[in-house]
């Protein structure tokens, strides 16, 4: 079921027009691990935000050379790389507060976890998850300590705070005791190019790729977190002549301690049947989903979960597992699987490899379920957190003193 404060945020009266600067440094368009959820919801809040109010000025830092704007919103590129965490760091740190004062910044908008320690306006910060808190030794023991201490920080001093699914939202007021009435769920959306592809292109695709009639799906960064070794071991459980001698396929970009899903396939023997496809370009993937048979998405934690949502979209039976966010987003709509749970995980993955009625139930709900998240929506209900900031900037010098 969808989650119950998607859209609770009540609507404030607009505030006068004001100047909203969004930090999207962790922007990257480039073939990596670093273009994952993250990425794209950043992506897609700088192209939808102007569309949902024009009356707004919206200046993005950032310094992603393959970004080009959209109408309505400026784009102030940093002067360096900031690609690498410490360059991050040093411009959100030691630039931005006198970059904000400087372009006459009224709200800023700390687009993933940190803001400046010291901001010479008032900001929103958005938390996309706590893994770096849930699961550190997937974090490198300097990457998790900066996380945890400046997230901690920034959404203490927030105005108000975004949180991209209802459990999110609870893991954030939990562990960092950040009143209730300042964190909003906002939930991502689907991009309205993931549909299902035609038949010809779906034909076309499997001879170009080469690949199996039947095969189960996995999209997303190779790490700890994602319970790869688990799906593998899961999958090397189901007798290939019982599923009618389907494959897996494992697309996505090496992230961190990725080691142990190569080895497990290998130790398994399973190297005909388990397909490791790199990364896939966002043109790709609807063709990549609609070719699945099923989804796979074993996730242990998530702070949202694009891939099962991008999956309904484009009309393929999802199995995920039933951890953190992910019921928000598949709701009763995909089949639901705790992901320590490897018995249940060959059960599930064999009826929908089998069952061709289980499958089309399936993908009539999820097509229904993902309409009911959008990229429009999710800029229509971030704006209106920053009117409930507006609203207190009325008599307020912001940064345009």
Not at 114 to 136: E, H, M, N, Q, R
Not at 368 to 388: I, K
């Amino acid at each position: 079921m969808l989650g119950t404060s998607y859209g609770i945020i009540p609507t404030v009266e607009q505030a006068p027009s004001f100047h909203v600067g969004l930090n999207a440094h962790l922007l990257s368009l480039r073939r990596s691990y670093r273009s994952a959820g993250a990425n794209w919801y950043i992506y897609n809040i700088l192209h939808h935000l102007p569309t949902a109010d024009p009356e707004l000025r919206y200046t993005s830092f950032l310094y992603e050379p393959l970004f080009f704007p959209p109408q309505g919103l400026d784009v102030r590129r940093s002067a360096w790389s900031t690609g690498t965490p410490i360059r991050r760091i040093a411009w959100e740190q030691l630039v931005a507060p006198f970059v904000l004062r400087r372009e006459h910044i009224d709200l800023l908008h700390a687009m993933a976890f940190v803001a400046p320690v010291i901001s010479p306006c008032p900001t929103v910060v958005t938390v996309l998850d706590l893994s770096f808190l849930l699961y550190p030794r997937a974090f490198k023991v300097v990457n998790r300590s900066y996380l945890r201490t400046m997230t901690r920080l920034s959404v203490r001093k927030a105005r108000q705070v975004i949180a991209i699914s209802e459990s999110t939202r609870r893991d954030v007021i939990a562990h960092f005791g950040v009143p209730a009435s300042r964190v909003h769920t906002v939930y991502c959306g689907v991009d309205r190019s993931l549909r299902r592809a035609t038949e010809a292109e779906i034909a076309a695709f499997r001879r170009r790729k080469g690949l199996p009639e039947r095969f189960a799906l996995f999209v997303g960064t190779i790490e700890p977190r994602k319970n790869i070794v688990r799906l593998v071991e899961a999958f090397s459980a189901l007798r290939p002549w019982d599923v009618d001698h389907a494959h897996l396929v494992i697309a996505g970009a090496k992230g961190w301690l990725y080691d142990a899903v190569f080895a497990r396939t290998q130790e398994l023997g399973l190297q005909d049947r388990v397909h490791f496809a790199g990364y896939i370009s966002e043109a790709e993937k609807p063709l990549w989903y609609s070719a699945a048979t099923c989804f796979c998405y074993p996730s242990l934690y998530e702070g949202f979960g694009l891939p099962p949502l991008e999956a309904m979209a484009c009309g393929v039976p999802v199995i995920a597992s039933n951890a953190s966010s992910l019921p928000e987003v598949v709701g009763e709509a995909g089949i639901l699987v705790p992901p320590e749970d490897t018995e249940a995980w060959v059960e599930s993955m064999r009826r929908v490899l089998t069952e061709p009625g289980l499958r089309e139930e399936l993908v009539s709900r999820g097509i229904e379920q993902a309409r009911r998240f959008s990229w429009d929506r999710c800029a229509e209900e971030t704006l209106a957190v920053y009117r409930r900031v507006g609203a207190t900037l009325v008599g307020d010098d912001g940064c345009t003193s």
